[in-house]
């Protein structure tokens, strides 16, 4: 009986380790995926889900100087940038030339019901992460190359708030099949960032004070819905294939 009780506790054990080496792998498995290398990935706004999901939203909350609580939110109707892989798997995308605009190349956020906003990432870029996005608890880095960089934004042309450099969780990645091949990653974006990379600006301009709804203090910030497709295309712009698994 002791003999019979050892031989299963070792088998115990054996699964147990094959069950983590299992889940190790598996894990290791989540990477962006591209039919060429290099491959260039480029955002673009998820058409296919309409226009709710397609855009990015921002959502601060806080108290004004009266003490109450004050919720504003941003709203984009699309988000592009680029990032390049020399390898056809990553598990880490950087995106550069990050832009929150229309079809034009005209500003397409807005704060509340008609202020226009300009958003200005200076130097600042996204570093995607490909680890838990099957999960949507990826990570998100905003990483700024210049001291005393963010995301710049600004309400009918005053700067308002700053986003400074910070690290989040809470993206999500999965695949589409097109013709029954797997052509185009979407993520998905739910964002709590953490307050103390928000910063209030010109806290006493009227702008700011009636966009804001006099926000003096800041105890929760989201970036929340805002389905992006990344594309993979050749290094000269010729389309190619672009998973997630």
Known sequence: M??????????????????????????????FHCSVAPCTATLAPDEATGTTTAHHVWVMKGKNTEGKEVSVSFTCNQLTGEATSATSTATELTFTNLRYEDSFGSPSCKVGAAATVSIDFTSCDYKFASAGGAKS????????TTAGDGIDLFINGVLCVKITPATAAGLGFHDSKIGGEKKITTATVNVSFPVAAVMLENSTNPTCIASLGNLSAVTSAVYTTGNTLIKAETSG?????GWFE
């Open 2 to 31: 002791i003999r019979n009780l050892k031989v299963l506790f070792a088998a115990a054990m054996a699964l147990a380790v094959f069950g983590a080496l299992s889940a190790t792998a598996h894990a290791a498995e989540e990477k």
């Open 137 to 144: 608890t990826a990570q998100i880095h905003l990483l700024c």
């Open 237 to 241: 712009g010729v389309a190619a294939l």
